[in-house]
């Protein structure tokens, strides 16, 4: 990916934090400008501090160094940050990662492939607070509140020994 895509994708990142109405700066000399190691954008909505690597592709997995993690990380650790790593693979929206939930080569650097970031990744409106992760249970509306109140009087009356089991396996079926 060419310097200008990825300043490019930055600057989008940037703009989309600001709508979702976070305080958002990127770093001008976030990369190789510099001798510091910065994050790429830092932001922050009054609740939640975030100083991110922010990494795009066309579709091959995205790989970073442990250098950059680590500095990353230690940056945010002393700014009062959470570390994320910002993915976006073209015709995708950015995903979010913790570091410490990305992929560990054998060659200690990090990989995100997008059928990873699809899957696994906190999505632009949960990472923003705009929504959050539901799961397939919740949306249906299954929700384990534990036994029903019919099977709970079998089982009392069975504990009691008002009832035998063949007869409790009839007056639940």
Same mark, same amino acid.
């Given at each position: 990916?060419?310097q200008?895509?990825g300043d490019?994708?930055e ?6 934090l600001d709508e979702?109405?976070?305080?958002v ?5 976030s ?10 954008v830092?932001a922050?909505d009054?609740e939640?501090f ?9 579709? $091959?997995?995205?790989y970073l ?17 959470k570390?994320?790593i ?6 995708? %929206?950015w995903y979010?990662?913790h570091?410490?939930d ?5 060659g200690g650097?990090?990989?995100v492939?997008?059928?990873t970031?699809?899957?696994e990744?906190? %999505?632009?409106?949960?990472?923003t607070?705009q929504?959050e992760k ?6 249906a509306g299954e929700?384990?509140d534990?036994?029903?109140e019919?099977l709970?009087?079998?089982l009392n009356a069975?504990?009691?020994?008002v009832? $035998?089991?063949d007869?409790?396996? %009839?007056a639940?079926?």
């Amino acid at each position: 990916m060419s310097q200008a895509k990825g300043d490019r994708r930055e600057r989008e990142l940037v703009n989309e934090l600001d709508e979702a109405g976070f305080a958002v700066m990127r770093a001008p000399a976030s990369g190789s400008a510099t001798e510091r190691e910065l994050p790429d954008v830092l932001a922050g909505d009054g609740e939640r501090f975030y100083a991110i690597e922010a990494k795009s592709s066309s579709g $091959d997995p995205i790989y970073l160094t442990g250098e950059e993690v680590e500095a990353l990380t230690f940056f945010a650790r002393n700014f009062g940050a959470k570390p994320r790593i910002g993915v976006r693979f073209d015709r995708e %929206d950015w995903y979010f990662f913790h570091p410490g939930d990305l992929y560990v080569t054998d060659g200690g650097n990090y990989r995100v492939k997008k059928e990873t970031a699809l899957a696994e990744g906190t %999505d632009f409106p949960e990472f923003t607070g705009q929504s959050e992760k539901v799961t397939l249970e919740e949306a249906a509306g299954e929700t384990d509140d534990g036994p029903d109140e019919d099977l709970r009087r079998v089982l009392n009356a069975v504990k009691q020994g008002v009832m $035998d089991v063949d007869e409790a396996a %009839d007056a639940l079926e």
